[in-house]
């Protein structure tokens, strides 16, 4: 179609700021999961939503911290990648808390100094302010940035959101659109199994527990009559947390497993059987050989 705008959109903001509540509420499907906990993102994942006149492809990515304050390998590999993604898009959004800003957020703006491409500040979780705090608080981030736009919004509630995905589509080129109309996400089914595995883990387990997971879907196989068997992997770094994850006489594994199930279900819209595997793999985090495991 003549006229059509289409381009990429990155959604980058400190761990916990609500980037894949957004994401799946923007493209209105659960594409990314999510959670209480920071850094519960990993990878980056695009989602689409086609309009009439536009294509919107968001790109949801994991929370990124001060880069010269962290030590492992694994998240300074997930933090860089985070940050290199902003090169190829054509807005980037920075979503931020209604709060003071922060030292990531201020890391996350000096970042953007020198990328010369519309940022937009999107404010989340109003939800949790009164409406005047919000002033205040786009008075001082307005110091520190020139933002093509300011978009207060709760991701949660869906406050704001139209209007939010207005104000992008203005900003993007005319283009033909990238994908096809009914292309939602790149993330494949046996990813998002993982991930929605992974995302039981972080609501049911506790401290480091959440973090000391790598999860790998060994086999995903269709069988006769609707039936799809999955067998998943959970590594942990240690035998303790070996032990915590599966619980008392395999209580905890089985809960994980139940909900997991439950949730795998309702997206692939068949009964699944779901078989969980928990693991040890020493110190995985430190590992280089980890980054090609994980995919990155
Ligand atoms: N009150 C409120 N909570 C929100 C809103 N948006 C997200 N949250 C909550 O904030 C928490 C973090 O949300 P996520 O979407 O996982 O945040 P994220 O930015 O993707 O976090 P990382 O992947 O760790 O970087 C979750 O508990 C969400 O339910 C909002 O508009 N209002
Ligand atoms: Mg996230």
Not at 268 to 292: F, N, P, T
């Amino acid at each position: 179609m003549e006229n059509l705008k289409a381009g990429f959109v990155t959604l980058i903001g400190k761990p916990n700021a609500g980037k894949s509540t957004l994401i799946n509420q923007l493209i209105g499907e659960k594409i990314a999961i999510t959670s209480v906990r920071p850094q519960t993102t990993r990878n980056i994942i695009r989602g689409a939503v086609t309009f009439d006149e536009a294509q919107v492809i968001f790109l949801d990515t994991p929370g990124i911290l001060n880069l010269t304050q962290v030590k492992n390998l694994v998240d300074r590999h997930i933090i860089e990648e985070a940050l290199k993604s902003l090169e190829g898009v054509d807005l980037i959004a920075v979503i931020v808390e209604p709060f003071t800003v922060s030292a990531e957020d201020r890391f996350i703006l000096e970042s953007l100094k020198n990328i010369p491409k519309p940022v937009f500040l999107v404010i989340n979780k109003i939800d949790k302010i009164k409406p005047h705090e919000l002033d205040s608080i786009k008075k001082e981030y307005e110091t520190l940035f020139s933002f093509a736009k300011i978009v207060p919004i709760s991701a949660k509630k869906g406050t704001n959101l139209s209007i939010l995905m207005g104000e992008m589509i203005q900003r993007l080129p005319l283009h033909p659109a990238y994908y096809d109309s009914d292309f939602i996400t790149d993330q494949p089914e046996r990813a998002l199994v993982g991930e929605l595995i992974r995302e039981k883990i972080f609501d049911l387990t506790h401290d480091e527990i959440p973090y000391s997971v790598m999860l790998k879907v060994d086999q995903f196989e269709e069988r006769p009559q609707d039936l799809i068997y999955i067998r998943a992997s959970i590594y942990v770094e240690q035998a303790s947390q070996k032990g915590i994850l599966i619980g008392k006489s395999g209580k905890m594994i089985k809960k994980i497993g139940s909900l997991a199930r439950k949730e795998i279900e309702r997206h692939l819209g068949c009964q699944i059987y779901l078989d969980l595997w928990v693991g040890i793999k020493k110190q995985w985090r430190r590992h280089k050989e980890s980054l090609k495991e994980l995919g990155y």
